[in-house]
């Protein structure tokens, strides 16, 4: 199985890994996030349960992911999960 890969500064190789899904149980909908991300990636989802909304992330537009994972960074509950594109 082959990844795309990209070269680094100093030269040395890495593998980009993408936003693939976030865990909607854990997500607290805080938004961090989304504020962080530049690419029009993430959108908020609202969910009706028992007379009370919820609100929690959704990955909307990942082919707009550049990899970066400032997200998951920012993510306070851990709740996305990343990978390599294969080629």
Known sequence: ???IT???RNKTEYTP???VSIDEETCIG???C???C???VLTFEEVDEDDSAKMFMK???PGNCIGCQACGRTCSKKCFSFAPVEM
Do not use: P, W
Request: hydrophobic residues 50%; proline residues 0%; aromatic residues 14%.
């Open 59 to 61: 990955v909307s537009n």
């Open 6 to 8: 990209g070269l680094r």
């Open 1 to 3: 199985m082959a990844y």
């Open 38 to 40: 530049a690419h029009d």
């Open 34 to 36: 989304f504020k962080v």
């Open 17 to 19: 890994e993408f936003v």
């Open 30 to 32: 805080c938004a961090r």
